[in-house]
């Protein structure tokens, strides 16, 4: 398994994966301080890809982590951190997201005996606010996901002009396309759609609605180079918090 | 003085029917062999709240009737999914669950920990929380001018459940980066802890040692529960048991999976 | 990165006239050869704020000349009597202060750390303290009624200046039980850090002391500064020069006493 | 210095500190956990002579105390558990105190350029309303320090009904005597006068109003075991925290 892995590591197609984490990089830009926070294997990648071709910057804070972690006064710390505006980027999900940038993480129907139950907000009702930079992260791109208005809002896209909100969404990322998001506007806008997938079909699996440029670029291929470090130096890195996702994606386990 | 407890049994003696118990995040050591005795002890009817996320323990604790009343910021198993017992107790009511966020739980319990009546924390306004959150409320910034926000009620749990890598014979306990633990014991009417191991000697005879030392001051009782986090595991020291949580995954997605679970894994092993 | 300084004085520089610096308790490990060095250095106009006392550092330092404003619990030389250049400044008007009590400023470092605009305390109401502490305010309990309780402004300093035993060379800080030096690096924009020594090895690999370690993350500069808070006690490390302390209280009851210390502590003495 | 020490060490005769301290310990009664902060010799005498005496009950925290002090939570840690009601006796002095209950420690005159400047409020304006129950100590009774009203108000005696209040004053000790605090009232009541001081004495010294008993008790004399206690368990751990003031009244030092 290591020696078939090695003899293919670095000229294996570009993996799915591979691709999404190489988009968040570029839609992070240049900071201070990346936090990823649970259950987050591809933003996670992306993160440790930044500080890979950085050389050990940006400060990266896997919330599961105890090596890619610098907490020391224990859970609070990331919100504290965040709360002071030190963390520049985080990454939320939802079950639902809808065209102004709301993330459910709740459940969908009657709020005490719902149709589904998502596992709950986490710290989306905080982090959301603070943090200047948050990536929107979802691979299942459907209308079941990518919904007109979410049943329930764990944290909105915005808020009224008075509500304290330095933070909030830039980009949403799925498996199929980057919408890049304007705060002013609270509306995605198609920014490039991946290699394989088309304008037309992200048009027939989003649920809300969203500025369609007349030209929409085809994501670009991830560089040799960043192929490179995401199987050599991150997927290894990977694998302390995401044994299961590492194994999957690149065959890795922890060092 | 803290009671060195001769079983789990003993030092879960102040864990009884709807107390608010409070439950650490699933990656700070969860004290899982306690939570099967707490099982087995057969508790009902508990204020379960997790600083600030849980996973297969309030899962357990949920699909063996323990709980009332959940107030979490998140349930998950993580990379093994949804938590099966908790999802399916939230959709057909059996809990009532109290939706939080996770520096929501910090403050609340920081403000029972300092002692005051309420903490103030940014974000949640416009977040559907806040509809169903009577007890949170949203106030003007005194320091502000059209400024609005939150206010949250100190949490005060009547007992915390935790477990750690370590504690001496005056009950000291050795905590470590964990520091929401000591905030979790100061916030608590009462904290019972199970430890890998008691050692000798005083932690807090030794700085290195005392800067990640809960004081036996707060603590009710510690009894020794070695590999107490089995299946999940213990920073630092022990990892997750992958298999275990795969299978648990796979039986607690029914009902009568779960049954079969507990009955092998709970109910028919005893605290070591 | 933080910088791993070559002298005291690089380090200091973030330090600059009329900034808000944070300085920690006389008990807590003072970087008092930083402080020589700031006084050398001729730094002016410091808005001074203790977390929640200090006893020679601030007295020092309001002596030298280098404070306008100073924001404390109280200074004082605890068994060497009265601070006798607090005493003084305060006496002629020379410094204008801000009383305040020890949980007031760990509150409003707190509500700083948590990025929250203000912090409750209990306590307060009918004290003089009020009256001269209009930047604090009394509001109604949002979730009581008829219960006034005092909400008191976040504390952002500019730079918070601690020493501790050890630092390594990525920036990480070891500060053992002195947690309020963290809650003051995180409240602080720039902190700067006088050490004992610079260890190898990263201390954050080992859990043990990693429990006790301010993270390099929150840290502009370290130095070394070997014995660098004498003539007072690093807790755990050395003990306070007592026959120091009674020769400064001595001298510096005069102004030309204090002169005299300054010439041959301070000025005559560059770091080592 | 040790031998002579020794030589004398049960038979001295009792000292002022040792009168004082047993007065304290006495006051307290049966508590779970004494803490002591700065500059506060005789009420550390007193708290550690209450574990001496309970086999290490009393919990005793000296705030200046490296081995006395089971605090790893940083310097607020103290005013925390107090606010948690976990701090059952706490201690507090004045440049000035009053009457009411009030204690002055910040000064006397003109806020901004005061005749007289003390060190500081220290924890007094949240430890005097949390703490059930506080001592007032001032080895200097008179009526420079005894005064009818404070010039300012670090803490007050007591509050209006409504202001959460679960602590204050419950005594308070001087060199002459023991004043016993009536919160309700927010009154002194002289208590006992201590043995070559008299009753006509304290009224002299004391400038505020109390009552005063028909007939008033002389402060008892410390027992034998007390001042066994004192001497043999309780100097050697003083002079750790309290170098100067226990080399000065016993001759001791820290082991």
Sequence with gaps: ?255 | MPLIAPTIEDALAPIRDGIMLAAPREVAGVPMEATRALIRKGVRNLHLVTLPTSSLQADLLIGAGCVAVLETSAVSLGEFGPAPRFTAAAKSGGIRIKDATCPALHAAFQAAEKGVPFMPLRGIIGSDLLAHRPDWRVIDNPFGANDPIVVLPAIRPDVALIHAHMADRAGNVWIGRQRELATMAHASAKTVVTVEKIVDGNLLDDPMAAAGTLPGFYIEAVAVAENGCWPLGLPDHYGADLAHLGEYARLAATTEGFTRYLEKYVHARRAA
Tied chains: 1, 4.
């Design chain 1, 1 to 255: 398994m290591q020696s078939h892995a090695c003899l293919n590591i670095d000229t294996a197609p570009v993996r799915d994966e591979e691709l999404l984490a190489d988009v968040i990089t570029r839609v992070i830009g240049d900071v201070r301080h990346i936090a990823v926070g649970n259950a987050s294997p591809i933003p996670a990648m992306a993160a440790l890809l930044a500080r890979a071709r950085g050389g050990g910057v940006p400060y990266v804070s896997l919330l599961q982590s105890r090596k890619h972690n610098f907490f020391t006064d224990g859970g609070r710390e990331l919100f504290d951190c965040a709360g002071q505006g030190r963390i520049d980027v985080f990454f939320l999900s939802g079950g639902e997201i809808d065209g102004d940038g709301n993330v459910n993480l709740v459940g969908i129907g009657d709020y005490d005996k719902p149709s589904v139950r998502f596992p709950g907000s986490f710290g989306s009702a905080h982090l959301y606010y603070v943090v200047p930079k948050v990536v929107l992260f979802r691979t299942e791109h459907s209308r079941r996901t990518l919904v007109p208005h979410v049943s329930f809002i764990s944290a909105p896209g915005g808020n009224a002009p008075n509500i304290h909100r330095p933070g909030g969404p830039i980009a949403l990322v799925t498996n199929r396309c980057l919408f890049a998001f304007d705060r002013q506007r609270r509306r995605f806008r198609l920014e490039s759609v991946h290699s394989g997938h088309s304008i037309a079909e992200v048009a027939e699996q989003t649920g809300f609605d969203y500025d369609c440029p007349e030209t929409v670029e085809v994501t670009p291929r991830p560089s040799d180079e960043t192929l490179r470090l995401l199987r050599r130096v991150v997927a290894p890195q990977l694998a302390e918090v995401y044994p299961q996702f590492a194994a999957a994606v690149f065959g890795a386990r922890a060092p």
